[in-house]
């Protein structure tokens, strides 16, 4: 694990797992007498407007808590283990691979150092439950500098579920990022049709031809765009070529309809679009969706034929322009359903994969054995 501070983390092309779109929250924190702790999760960057004052202070757009002191006059100063915190809820269960912390404009009132923890608490646990629960540190105590974003790296194998920030001794720091790999429980979506291609189930944008004005992870985002900078849209192309962005899905299956949304995107829309699946085990291609024109600020629903397993599908947009959104309705394949439960079950916390095993009557041992590169064992926890 590396507490470096770099300026060009390659993990912040990750998802999110904090983000207020995929459902996180501040479900605890002892102290945000200043400004509110929830403010960590906001998606845009921290800003800071001088002079708005408001009853309590210079109104900041971060989490701050109060001053500490000490217990008396002749030890004013806090003691070494009095310190603040905030509990943050994942929007999505997943494995961590960078923090970012974040003390955007506060420069005289930043802490002098944090940590971030981890926990694994399936369900929905209560303030209580999750401070009585196992916390491992995911970067440990570390000097920050003022008015800084913070990467931290994390090579950590284990999917978590809440993140706790920890600052010594208070202070305020403006936004909290915690970026990795989604794991959904298989569980939860046994038998299902969903889409594919959600970062919520695990779907990434994994490579695209440009991202000249706005990003291509945001193709597979949580929602509706509600402008045109909340989709992906390329440079205009001078040349005879057309842009791109290949998606890996959650898991391999059968895409059965895609939504191509062009809303907001009223004079920069792509003419045509296409979808080509590509099933990583045999490296077979398949076109989903032969070249179809498309229309501005539009949301294109089509049905797919079913039966072509894939594991990727990448979107051609002829040239160039703009998309909001793409959905890929679908349901895992047998083996895609498989690989997804290998992924989750390797990384649950033992005490978690034992549990899991035993509520379905199931031998511990697999637990013990991991990683498991075979599912026969663990695949009546899933498939009904």
Not at 1 to 12: C, E, Q, V, Y
Not at 139 to 146: A, D, F, N, S
Not at 275 to 301: F, I
Request: with cysteine; proline share 8%.
């Amino acid at each position: 694990m590396s507490t470096d501070l770099t300026s060009n983390a390659p993990f912040t092309e990750l998802v999110d797992l904090a983000s207020r779109l995929l459902g996180a929250g501040v479900v605890a924190t002892n102290e945000d007498t200043f400004a509110d702790a929830e403010n960590l999760l906001v998606a845009k960057p921290a800003e800071f407007r001088p002079h708005t004052f408001g009853h309590k202070g210079q109104i900041m757009d971060g989490w701050e808590s109060r001053r500490r002191r000490g217990a008396s006059a002749e030890q004013p100063h806090p003691t070494e283990d009095d310190h603040d915190w905030a509990i943050v809820r994942l929007g999505v269960a997943g494995r961590v691979r960078g923090v970012v912390v974040d003390t955007a404009h506060f420069t005289g009132n930043y802490p002098e150092t944090a940590s971030v923890q981890a926990a694994s608490v399936p369900g929905h646990p209560s303030p209580e439950e999750l401070a009585a629960a196992e916390w491992t540190d995911l970067v440990p105590r570390t000097r920050l500098k003022g008015d800084t974003a913070h990467h931290f790296p994390v090579d950590d194998p284990t999917r978590w579920t809440h993140v706790r920030l920890n600052i010594w001794p208070d202070g305020g720091v403006a936004r909290l990022r915690v970026h990795g790999e989604v794991l959904p429980d298989p569980r939860d979506l046994a038998g299902l049709t969903f889409d594919l291609a959600a970062q919520e189930y695990g779907g990434v944008a994994e490579a695209a031809s440009d991202r000249y004005f706005s990003s291509p992870h945001n193709l597979n985002a949580p929602g509706r765009a509600t402008v045109m900078g909340d989709g992906w849209e390329t440079r205009r192309r001078r040349d005879k070529a057309n842009d791109w962005v290949r998606v890996a899905l959650a898991g391999g299956g059968e895409v059965l309809a895609a939504e191509v949304d062009t809303s907001c995107f009223v004079a920069n829309a792509p003419g045509w679009a296409e979808l080509v699946g590509t099933d990583a085990e045999s490296g077979t291609e398949t076109v989903l969706l032969p070249r179809t024109r498309l229309q501005p600020d539009t949301r294109h629903r089509y049905r797919l034929p079913a039966g072509t397993p894939v594991t990727h599908v990448r979107i051609n947009v002829y040239p160039d322009g703009g998309l909001a959104r793409l959905r890929l309705t679908g349901r895992l394949t047998p083996a895609g359903q498989d690989a997804l439960a290998l992924r989750w079950f390797n990384a649950l916390p033992l005490r978690e994969a034992r549990e899991a095993l035993a509520a379905a009557g199931l031998p511990t041992d697999p637990a013990e054995a991991r990683p498991l590169t075979d599912a026969t064992a663990i695949r009546p926890l899933y498939a009904g």
